[in-house]
């Protein structure tokens, strides 16, 4: 930095500031993203009930998968005796049916039960969304897991992009202090000579 500041003056430091301006804010970006997606993630995992215990609102199942026509399925409990309907898109890769799934979504209305039930069941299900930002179907139940880690490894990389942005916008602008307050002469001002 001291023969940049030599040959190019005071503005010799404005190339380090160019390099620390988009660590700085790569950082504050991904760290951002990834608080939002761990919030997210906190939400779902509030959400997490027992497919007979879904209401009205955000919900996380996980059950068996029963697949309908009409890009719809039905996720079952353990003893296929309470069910719940999933919405999701006709784009969306196949999940094999008897299938342990994830369901994360929105619980919206209720519905006749489509398939046959006891006397004892309910002969209506919830309709669960899982169409949308945050909201899918996985046949693994440990997505949330997986999708938490990520979340933190994405927010410490970027408080780690972030960090070494400051360090170097602190450096060079200690260094260039330095550099012009040095008694030995060891900076000369290309204006001066």
């Given amino acids: ?17 160019l390099i620390a301006v988009p660590l700085v804010m790569a950082g504050l970006l991904l760290r951002r993203h990834a608080r939002r997606r761990a919030d997210g993630i906190a939400q779902a995992r509030a959400s997490l009930r027992k497919v007979r215990d879904v209401q009205a609102g955000v919900v996380t199942v996980v059950g068996t998968w029963r697949a ?5 399925a039905v996720v079952e409990d353990e003893g296929a005796e309470f069910r719940v309907l999933v919405d999701r ?3 969306a890769p196949s999940i094999a049916d008897g299938a342990q799934v994830l369901v994360v979504g929105c619980a919206t209305h209720q519905e006749d039960d489509p398939r046959p039930t006891g006397y004892r069941g309910s002969s209506k299900a919830w309709v669960v969304d899982a169409r949308g930002d945050g909201h899918f179907v996985s046949p693994s139940v440990d997505a949330l897991d997986r999708a938490q880690w990520s979340a933190r490894a994405r927010g410490s990389v970027g408080a780690m992009l972030f960090a070494a942005g400051v360090m170097v916008a602190v450096a060079s602008c200690v260094i260039a202090w330095r550099a012009a307050h040095n008694e030995d002469g060891a900076y000369q001002n290309v204006n001066d000579g």
Avoid: I, K, V
């Fill in 68 to 72: 309908q026509p009409g890009g719809r």
């Fill in 89 to 91: 898109d006709p784009a």
């Fill in 1 to 17: 930095m001291e023969g940049l500041l030599n040959e190019y003056g005071m503005s010799a430091w404005w190339p380090a500031l």
